[in-house]
């Protein structure tokens, strides 16, 4: 049987191999619920950045620049990382350069990898089913905060491990942690997080209705795909 497992922090990267693997990155708050939200609504593509700079220099290539530094959106960019900025219809067909300060970093971590995808509670239902027709191990990885754990991205992964139950077995331990984790918080979400770090930051940072819509599944029926360096939008049938 393929395996999945999960790598609770980027931090602890060097202990998986991406080679040969699809690689699903998650920050569910927020970074992957908006890339996911962009595209759903018609953003022509996503480029993401790890470096601020890097991302700036887009704008010369005709890019709108987007996403945050510690949840707050970054001085001179054109949009920050709440996935309702990304709803509007005269941002369709636009490209975007995105960074933030956990989210691209993740990905950028995952380069090398088969196939990379961003997992999102939004369109859930939509990387599982890519997955379970794919003849790869996965590997999630939690972009976490800061190197730290946290719980909404393990949750997440606790999702896929749980809806691929029957044909991907974990590879160790973290996978069936996430299983647990996420069993007990599934019916609700918004409660089960109300302590956590990044539901307490984004509160102080007075950022409140993003939280129950990046725990809302399968809003979206697209997959994220990063394809020659870019991400865009794989509609599932
Ligand atoms: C990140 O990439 O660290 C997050 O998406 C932060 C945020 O909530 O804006």
């Given at each position: 049987m393929k395996t999945i497992d999960v790598c609770?922090?980027?931090?602890?990267?060097?202990?998986?191999?991406?080679?040969g693997k699809s690689v699903v990155v998650v920050d569910i708050l927020r970074a992957t619920s908006c890339m996911t939200s962009a595209l759903a609504h018609g953003i022509d593509h996503i480029k993401p950045f790890a470096k601020l700079d890097d991302c700036l220099q887009a704008k010369q290539e005709g890019y709108l620049t987007a996403g945050e530094r510690d949840g707050k959106k970054v001085?001179?960019?054109?949009?920050?990382?709440?996935?309702?900025?990304?709803?509007?219809?005269?941002?369709?067909g636009k490209k975007i350069a995105f960074t933030t300060t956990n989210g691209t970093q993740a990905i950028a971590k995952s380069e090398g990898a088969d196939t990379i995808v961003i997992g999102s509670f939004l369109n859930l239902n939509a990387v599982v089913h890519f997955l379970r027709h794919q003849e790869k191990d996965i590997l999630v990885v939690c972009a976490g905060w800061k190197g730290k754990v946290n719980m909404e991205d393990t949750l997440f992964a606790g999702a896929l491990v749980d809806g691929l139950q029957n044909h991907f077995e974990p590879a160790c331990d973290a996978p069936r942690m996430a299983q647990r984790l996420y069993a007990d918080a599934k019916n609700d979400m918004v409660a089960y997080l109300q302590n956590s770090s990044h539901v307490k930051r984004l509160a102080r940072l007075n950022i409140h209705k993003d939280i129950a819509f990046c725990l809302t599944p399968n809003q979206y029926n697209i997959l994220p795909i990063m394809q020659n360096g870019f991400m865009v939008a794989q509609k599932q049938s």
């Open positions: 609770l922090s980027p931090e602890l990267m060097h202990l998986y191999e991406v080679k001085e001179g960019f054109d949009m920050g990382n709440s996935p309702f900025e990304y709803m509007e219809p005269t941002l369709k």
